[in-house]
């Protein structure tokens, strides 16, 4: 079955540090993919998405990520975290022609003093 | 200038009663989404719309009833509501059935 996998539940980091969020796809078939914001008690914005093209995408907010087939990944980073990127971070996957988006489980990213 | 709106923001209701939940897109999209949000913060897609037509319906139980009265509407409508509908009900859109999706606020529905 396809599915999406976040790594890692939680990620407590300290404000200025830099930070990498991981999420692996189940499918070698052509994806498109996605990371999600959804900060407390708010709906999802999106942060980046690769469709085509380069391999690196950079999104809102100092947000890159980086699309690597061989290892079926989708890493989201960031060089130096605030505060306010205090939220959970969802990792999201569309296969080839089908019309849904899988969600991986989501990250909670907290960012300390 | 809200670009998906939902209504209401919360819901407090009583088990076996009926309940909707409304969405609207101004941002001129075919699809429109409904998402499950459960306690764990797991997202699962429900149905989705394409120009008023039905193109997604995942295992949902048929007391949850979609309905697209145009494009830019996609209303959830729930029937004998039980404990466990009780999560985060999220409307999308994209503008077309394969487009990147546009999510709204949400709809926290809590069932006593």
């Known amino acids: 079955a396809q599915s999406v996998t976040q790594l890692d539940s939680q990620v407590p980091v300290f404000e200025e540090a830099p930070v990498e969020l991981r999420c692996n796809y189940s499918?070698?078939?052509?994806?498109?993919l996605f990371w999600y914001v959804q900060y407390p008690n708010q709906g999802l914005q999106l942060l980046l998405k690769?469709?085509?093209?380069?391999?690196l995408v950079k999104g809102i907010n100092g947000f890159e990520a980086e699309f690597n087939k061989s290892q079926t990944s989708f890493h989201l980073r960031k060089p130096s975290v605030h505060i306010s990127d205090t939220a959970e971070y969802f990792c999201?996957?569309?296969?080839?022609?089908?019309?849904?988006?899988?969600f991986g489980k989501g990250t909670l990213l907290t960012v300390n003093p | 200038d809200t670009a998906v709106s939902q209504t209401p923001k919360y819901l407090v209701t009583q088990m076996g009663n009926d309940k909707s939940i409304k969405c609207e897109q101004n941002?001129?999209?075919?699809?429109m989404y409904w998402y499950k949000q459960d306690s764990k913060k797991f997202l699962k897609i429900m149905f989705s719309?394409?120009?008023?037509?039905?193109?997604i319906n995942e295992t949902v139980p048929n007391r949850f009833s979609p309905k697209s009265p145009d494009k830019a509407h996609l209303n959830l409508h729930i029937n004998s509501l039980e404990l466990g509908d009780s999560a985060v009900y999220f409307c999308?859109?994209?503008?077309?059935?394969?487009?990147?999706?546009?999510f709204g606020p949400g709809t926290r529905l809590t069932v006593l």
């Open positions: 719309y394409n120009n008023k037509e039905l193109i």
């Open positions: 999308a859109s994209s503008l077309l059935v394969a487009d990147t999706q546009y």
């Open positions: 999201a996957v569309r296969y080839g022609s089908n019309y849904k988006l899988t």
């Open positions: 690769y469709l085509s093209g380069s391999t």
């Open positions: 499918s070698s078939v052509s994806v498109y």
């Open positions: 941002l001129g999209h075919d699809t």
